[in-house]
């Protein structure tokens, strides 16, 4: 038994969800998700309440799919009622961002500047030293996030590249530090 998959998922207002030829379809005031239902697990909307739950007869690998299933239709009903968002910040000298039509620029040391291609459905923003990825589907934006970070890692010495918001980089001292306290 999954406890996860077990709990019902409430429809807030203005978002309506659906089962249609092996799809999950989540309408909201933000836009529409679609996402492919495993035909182990069924999907009932009952008034504002939806239950997962595996088919009758399965087996028990099915438990793991019955858990992921609930979270993915969370996170769709979630996304179509609020975005989701993911900030991270930059540090460096002479590191920019900027924002180019669907696009984000970023200029970090390299001789060229990386220029990262928007999704649909993702939009991007630039305060100071921050950018804020933003949109419905929470895996996009996640993995948007990720390439955005991996084209500079924080390094620990000096602190510079790019990290998550709330992410915490432990510095290292470096060589001069070490031998004077030796």
Known sequence: MSRIGKKFILLPKGVELKVQDGFIISKGPNGELKKKLDPRITVQVQAEEVFVRPKEGAAEEVDSLWGLYRSLISNMVKGVSAPFEKILT?????????????????????????????????????????????????????????????????????????????????RKAGKKAATAAA
């Open 90 to 170: 930059f540090q460096g000298v002479g590191f920019r961002a900027a924002v180019k039509g669907s696009d984000l620029e970023l200029h970090l040391g390299f001789t060229n500047p990386v220029t990262i291609k928007g999704p649909d459905g993702i939009s991007f923003k630039v305060e100071k030293n921050k950018i804020i990825v933003s949109g419905i589907d929470k895996e996009t934006v996640g993995q948007v996030a990720a390439d955005i970070r991996k084209q500079r890692k924080p390094e620990p010495y000096q602190g510079s590249g790019i990290k998550y918001e709330k992410e915490v980089i432990v």
